[in-house]
Nanobody, 122 residues
Framework: VQLQAFGGGLVQAGGSLRLSCAASARTFSNYAMGWFRQAPGKEREFVVGIGWSGANTKYADSVKGRFTISRDNAKNTVYLQMNSLKPEDTAVYYC????????????????WGQGTQVTVSS
């Protein structure tokens, strides 16, 4: 499975961005998907996960109420709508696919995209 994340950029605090992650797999609907992020000098951290049908989601506390994950299985794509962005959201954002779960442990994920940079200015 190949994953390609895009949609990052530079935005002012309080602004919005929508990230997309396109997957090559024909069986995309069989995968749980997740978004992680990594800021300079910090470890990769879980942002949000979504189950195969889109009905189940799990958010990190730091993004609850501001970020929304969704997926379109017909388009093999998962989205991350990010609103009310803060400077601390600045990071490289990665999408990932898992056969097993949409949980927060990165070891659950089998495939990773290349990342897209999100920079939030104050």
């Amino acid at each position: 499975v190949q994953l390609q994340a895009f949609g990052g950029g530079l935005v002012q605090a309080g602004g919005s961005l929508r990230l997309s992650c396109a997957a090559s797999a024909r069986t995309f609907s069989n995968y749980a998907m997740g978004w992680f992020r990594q800021a300079p000098g910090k470890e990769r951290e879980f942002v949000v996960g979504i189950g195969w049908s889109g009905a189940n989601t799990k958010y990190a506390d730091s993004v609850k109420g501001r970020f929304t994950i969704s997926r379109d299985n017909a388009k093999n794509t998962v989205y991350l709508q990010m609103n009310s962005l803060k400077p601390e959201d600045t990071a490289v954002y990665y999408c990932a696919a898992s056969w097993r779960s949409y949980g927060s442990n990165p070891e659950l994920y089998d495939y990773w995209g290349q990342g897209t940079q999100v920079t939030v200015s104050s």
